[in-house]
């Protein structure tokens, strides 16, 4: 008997991956697992544990790049309700980690409470956001961070507070395996002041970054002092294709995905952006995407 045989109701097997991702490539999983609360999570958790299986939390999938080969293990979605809840108290949001950060910004502006309004058009979910510190010229989400709630890859829950928290430029130290929920510490302040820069950082952004097109969020770090996107335009690479992968015309450091493009299009096409940055600049590109 399977250790996940209890869990068959919310199991699929080679579950098709690219749909669930911005750049809509890429392979299948071996188990694909949509657990239905809190403890079902644990529970799972526990039994992919028991068999050793590689395991993935999958957010919003807009800073995610699957292989074409997919991903040899466990794939857990956290797309229940019971992951995506939202509340305000006083100046404190309490949201679940799978909750989207849109969503969560959204009812944090709608309380009169000011900071994640800064956050406006990135993608994703808030865990996916405290994780990888998510922010701009504006500010991160790891200054707002309050407390967070985690669970390891053994199904161990606790939770970080102070000390135990830290942030930097597009990294944090909350590395278990998934973010159960968290604390926000916002400032109070009017809610149709909040709403105007709000718009306003929103018309920027949307002006300068390739919403219409199958993309990812930022594909590499920028640089210390330094813009990615700029060192990739001044490189000559926007326009430049790999198969049906393209880098934008519009904002140098996203990648658009069209028609039959394929994961190796666009791996092939990020080795192309690193090789030929460093040949000019003398940079080394990180990337931000996470590849799977």
């Not at 794939?75 to 229940?80: A, G, H, R, S, Y």
């Not at 001044?234 to 450091?253: F, I, Y």
Request: hydrophobic content about 40%.
């Amino acid at each position: 008997m399977s250790a996940f045989d209890k869990f068959n109701e919310i199991t699929k097997i080679d579950e098709p991956l690219a749909p669930l991702t911005w750049l809509k490539v890429g392979g299948t999983a071996q188990l694909y697992i949509t657990p239905r609360s809190v403890e079902e999570l644990v529970e799972v958790v526990q039994a992919i544990n028991e068999e050793a299986l590689p395991v993935r939390i999958l957010g919003g999938g807009s800073n995610v790049l699957v292989s074409e080969a997919g991903f040899p293990g466990v794939v857990i979605k956290l797309e229940n309700d019971n992951f995506s809840q939202v509340s305000v108290d006083g100046n404190i949001v309490t949201c679940g980690g799978g909750a989207a950060l849109s969503n969560t910004i959204s009812v944090a502006v709608g309380a009169g409470l000011s900071g994640l309004e800064n956050l406006v058009g990135i993608p994703g979910t808030v865990a996916g956001a405290i994780r990888g510190n998510s922010g701009g010229r504006h500010g991160d989400i790891g200054q707002y961070v309050k407390s967070v709630e985690v669970l390891t890859v053994k199904g161990e829950r606790f939770t970080r507070s102070g000390d135990e928290l830290s942030f930097d430029y597009r990294t944090s130290s909350v590395n278990e395996l998934a973010i159960l929920s968290c604390q926000l510490e916002l400032s109070v302040a009017d809610a149709d002041e909040i709403s105007k820069k709000m718009r306003q950082i929103w018309i920027v952004k949307k002006a300068a970054q390739p919403f219409s097109f199958q993309s990812a969020g930022c594909i590499f770090k920028n640089p210390r002092g330094l813009s990615a996107g700029a060192l990739i335009e001044q490189a000559g690479l926007k326009g430049t294709k790999v198969g049906q992968a393209e880098v934008s015309d519009r904002h140098a450091n996203f990648i658009v995905t069209h028609e039959n493009a394929t994961a190796d299009d666009v791996i092939h096409l990020i080795d192309v952006i690193k090789s030929r940055v460093h040949e000019v600049h003398g940079v080394e590109l990180e990337t931000e995407i996470q590849i799977w």
